[in-house]
């Protein structure tokens, strides 16, 4: 693996205390070395808020008969959508240059603060350690949960406040409290399936009035408006829905109910903002503080799509954050659950049926079958039930378009293959049956070190553009996750190309590589990677 320079050498704790008796399966040294990790990474919290601090600690063995150097000792943290090999390197500190004499264990220990500049989500802790052949030795990993920085005492409104507003119980030390910033788009391993509650039918919510001037549908491989004219979707995605809720403290992210932050956008010449949403403060079921769900969720939701409308923005509206059962959805799964997901689409096909200036963007990132693209991956994605890779029954992209469609509603669907949305190669034979035709290829396509399965110009070349010819598609998701303005703005140059559609990640303040976030505040002033996107859309009519 490829990792940064090693730290400098630390002091080591002692070894480990008479009585540790470390499973067989522990005891195995790791391959090409003598070293084994007697103990994985172990936390001193499964949750930490930012603000806060967590200890993780490990343990290794020299197994051998010789005394074994190890340059680089390192209790490595990754945040969602980080990878091994490519970082972000968020991880915790000290780290060690060890020397183990035969026989000879040590238990290491190190911490980590976490600050606004953090991504919210499912965190992945590993121990791993260099061998004097440059090789780095991965252990297991322990998964945590990364939250929202400690928010004021709420005062409840139909409208809630698009601040932090509601103070949870501290999981660590405390530090500095930050202000909330945006949630990424996280990777987590799917965990057991809850006991399901039934999911009950929300109460309803006002429709929103269609809004003069301003529409969209398919019209052959094109979205077209209201005139029939072709348009090409050119946005952002506007995070913090899909969490705020869920997590207990608001409902938005950052501004949303004032003109100056809708004008913000516009003045990047945006004309379509992604909104993610979450299942569960949409039903207004499982326990998510009321002040944040069901009705309240819901007219928020509706008020803000209305404000951007009003502005000449197109929504989507994304099932970003959902899951089986009775538990809080607060972070992605791997695909729609059956027992939420398609009542979800009901509620919200019904709520915006009459409102023309919108998308329905069915479900975040697939990666079912193990994140394969496979014959099983896709079937999944359009059938869902029983699928390889998801411990609940999934609700396929097949269901929920009936459902949308079972409500009278017309709009636009988006659809999006496995591999997080990353592929679109079997798209036209997997997609579902839309009586109305007016299906959108979807598919996120990120830059290193994050990487897509279609990052290159030979993947767009050789899938995307096929498929362009006879479909409408929309990079849901797209931007450079190393805080650089130099995948994105070739990406877009070529969907300009190609009447390819796309909405960046995202509009939030938060950190420009590992979210990654386009503004550094709510005016619109780019970071280094949102430059490359805010100057291309600009140089656009």
Known sequence: MVRPTPSPSFPVLPSLPPGFSPSATTLAAMPGTTVAIIQQCNLSSTTVQRGYTLTATGALKNMGSGTVRLPDVVLAGRAPRGTNEGGPFDDFTPAYDLRLAPGESRTLSASRSFDASDPVGTWRCYLTFETTDGIYHDGQDTFFTVTGSVPAVPTPTPTPSAGPTATPTPTATPTPTPTATASPTPRPTPTPTPAPTPTPTPAPTATPAPVTGLSVRVSGNHLVNGAGQP????????SGAEYACAEGWGIFDGPTDDL??????????????????NEDCWLGINGVTAAYSGATYRNAIVHYVNALNAQGILVILNLHFSGPGGA???DQVSMADRDHAPAFWSSVATTF???HAVLFDLFNEPYPDSNRDSAAAWSCVLNGGACPGVNFTAAGMQEMTTAVRNTGATQPILIAGPQYAGVVDKWLQYKPNDPLNQLVASIHIYGLPLDSPCRLQSCWDATMAPLATTTPIVIGEMGDTDCTSRFSP???????AHGVSYTPWAWNVSNCAGDPSLITNYNGTPTAYGVGVRNHLLTLP
């Open 328 to 330: 809080i959805p607060v």
């Open 260 to 277: 100056t932050s809708i004008n913000a956008m516009k003045s990047w010449h945006i004309n379509t903002v992604r909104l993610p949403l």
């Open 490 to 496: 070739p990406l877009m140059t070529w969907a300009d």
């Open 231 to 238: 348009i090409q979707l050119r946005g952002v995605n506007r």
């Open 353 to 355: 049926k009459n409102n």
